[in-house]
């Protein structure tokens, strides 16, 4: 995602905070295999895709209807548990801790190089034994789970958040069209 440098005149500030998000995913994708940049990448990520409602309360707070439509959103985002999930993962390490993980896991397959698993301590970590289902990988290298979620790898669970996080910018954009959406 190469800018001109005039990008951002064109897209509303809800969207141009997730295309940010888009690109520290990406980036996080791309240096998985470097823990420093991985979870560097992560935690921004956490920090600018949970910013995308509050850009949206500022630059839409005068607009008529937003704080009607907003009030039932935020409900349902605090009961959709990835979002809270994700809220509390930026809340911890904005206010409370770095991200960390374990030493690695390695897998081995036969006949494939082996794949080395990190578990990122979550909310509180977790004294529960791990079960994963790893879904057969074309790539070699590192893959991150949240020790308290890992039902998915961590890059899955950003793409799943990501989309949420879109889901209501597109459902703002989709009830009130407004000339200032370009």
């Given at each position: 995602?190469?800018?001109?440098?005039?990008?951002?005149?064109?897209?509303?500030?809800?969207?141009?905070?997730?295309?940010?998000?888009?690109?520290?995913?990406?980036?996080?994708?791309?240096?998985?295999?470097?823990?420093?940049?991985?979870?560097?990448?992560?935690?921004?990520?956490?920090?600018?895709?949970?910013?995308?409602?509050?850009?949206?309360?500022?630059?839409?707070?005068?607009?008529d209807?937003?704080?009607?439509?907003?009030?039932?959103?935020?409900?349902?985002?605090?009961?959709?548990?990835?979002?809270?999930?994700?809220?509390?993962?930026?809340?911890?390490?904005?206010?409370?801790?770095?991200?960390?993980?374990?030493?690695?896991?390695?897998?081995?397959?036969?006949?494939?190089?082996?794949?080395?698993?990190?578990?990122?301590?979550?909310?509180?970590?977790?004294?529960?034994?791990?079960?994963?289902?790893?879904?057969?990988?074309?790539?070699t290298?590192?893959?991150?789970?949240?020790?308290?979620?890992?039902?998915?790898?961590?890059?899955?669970?950003?793409?799943?958040?990501?989309?949420?996080?879109?889901?209501?910018?597109?459902?703002?954009?989709?009830?009130?069209?407004?000339?200032?959406?370009?």
């Amino acid at each position: 995602m190469k800018s001109d440098g005039l990008r951002h005149l064109h897209v509303t500030p809800p969207r141009d905070k997730l295309n940010e998000a888009r690109y520290f995913l990406n980036t996080m994708i791309e240096k998985a295999n470097d823990w420093d940049a991985f979870r560097f990448n992560l935690d921004s990520f956490l920090s600018v895709a949970r910013s995308v409602t509050w850009i949206m309360a500022k630059h839409y707070a005068h607009f008529d209807g937003f704080q009607e439509w907003l009030k039932p959103k935020q409900v349902e985002m605090s009961r959709n548990p990835l979002m809270k999930y994700f809220t509390e993962q930026r809340n911890q390490t904005v206010k409370q801790r770095t991200i960390t993980s374990s030493l690695p896991v390695t897998v081995r397959e036969e006949g494939k190089d082996p794949v080395s698993i990190y578990f990122i301590d979550g909310t509180g970590g977790t004294s529960q034994p791990l079960s994963l289902n790893l879904a057969p990988r074309e790539k070699t290298g590192s893959i991150y789970y949240f020790s308290d979620f890992p039902e998915k790898d961590v890059v899955s669970l950003c793409r799943d958040y990501l989309l949420e996080v879109e889901k209501v910018v597109e459902d703002w954009e989709s009830r009130f069209q407004r000339e200032d959406r370009i």
